[in-house]
């Protein structure tokens, strides 16, 4: 497979203060927000043992950009409005942004693939491929058509998952890694996904269950196993629904324990910190005294709730 790295490990050697700070999105925070002077600040800090990685710059992605562009140029739609921009396609219209609540945000969502998505781009390397929903890549790749809402650097077309701006059938495998819980109408991005796939084609699609929510920069729907199956068991062969390394259990279990301990301060945090698990294994009507339940921050009690109550009322 053709593809372009667009990170590097950072050194005391070759570093480079906007490159560390578009890899790492928590250090420009921070930076921002004055706990670092600059990234180089927090680089040697903290950045050198934390083996934190820089972005190269995005002028490398011109002339791989330019091929991909026109590559896919005959599988556009020809009904939808689109703005060619130097380094996208841009659908992303007024009408769908309001249809489907786009809001602009500067969070950045960035993750590598892992093996079974690797080894379904090997398995297509003379194919393409659709990312929907890729986020910022950290390797570029030549068959891979990366789909956002945002241009990010890596962004080849813009628009909504809701109404993919594709013909029928362009794409020999779809893959939509944790996008599902953040479209607003998750059966109509579904349909869109098996609309663009090639008869024989593969699909890899990844939906959380029991994680928090997490906004990029809206979060709607988690998933059981049941539920991600009826996504498409009508439309597709489904050859499995499983759950890997990277999506096992102790991942939700320190996810919601660790934001659980930055919702708390003082003793309240101390005193949770010191738990035992099986002192979280009561009856839970039995903790709801204890402070840190009671002191716990209403945006934590948001994310981490086990459920939540709506209350509305219809106009007269």
């Known amino acids: 497979m053709d593809a372009l790295r667009l ?61 991909k562009l026109e590559r896919i140029a005959p599988l ?8 060619r921009q130097p380094d ?12 489907c609540n786009i809001s602009d945000t500067d969070s950045v969502s960035s993750n590598e693939y892992d093996g079974k998505v690797m080894a379904l781009l090997e398995r297509h390397a003379n194919g393409l491929v659709l990312d929907c929903g890729a ?3 950290g390797t570029y790749f030549d068959h891979v058509v990366n789909f956002e809402i945002v241009d990010y650097d890596t962004t080849d077309v813009r628009g909504v998952g809701e109404c993919l701006p594709f013909v029928d059938g362009a794409f020999d495998a779809v893959i939509s890694i944790a996008v599902l819980e953040h479209v607003r109408d998750p059966f109509r991005c579904a349909a869109e996904l098996v609309r663009v796939l090639k008869p024989g084609g593969e699909l890899i699609c990844c939906v959380p269950f029991l ?30 629904v499983e759950v890997i390394d990277s999506t096992g259990p102790v991942w939700a ?3 919601i324990l660790q934001s659980w301990a930055q919702g ?3 003793k309240a ?6 738990q035992r698990v099986s002192d979280l294994l009561l009856p839970p009507n039995q903790l709801l005294q204890s402070d840190f339940v009671r002191e716990l921050d209403d945006a934590k009690k948001l994310e981490l709730a086990s459920a939540c109550l709506l209350s509305a009322r219809k106009p007269a």
């Open 7 to 67: 990170t590097q490990p950072a050194t005391r050697e070759n570093f480079n203060e906007s490159g560390y700070l578009a890899a790492n999105p928590d250090v420009r925070k921070a930076v921002d927000d004055g706990y670092y002077v600059s990234g180089h600040d927090h680089f040697l800090r903290h950045g050198v043992r934390e083996a934190r990685n820089q972005r190269l710059p995005s002028q490398l992605l011109d002339s791989a950009k330019a091929r």
């Open 76 to 83: 556009l739609r020809s009904d939808l409005p689109m703005v």
């Open 88 to 99: 996208h396609y841009d659908f992303l219209s007024d009408t769908l942004r309001r249809e």
């Open 135 to 137: 986020g910022r890549r």
């Open 211 to 240: 994680q928090p929510y997490h906004g990029y920069p809206h979060h709607y729907y988690n998933m059981t196993h049941q539920g991600l199956r009826a996504l498409f068991e009508r439309d597709l062969t489904v050859d499995s």
């Open 253 to 255: 279990l320190t996810w």
């Open 264 to 266: 708390l301060e003082g």
């Open 269 to 274: 945090r101390k005193h949770f910190l010191n």
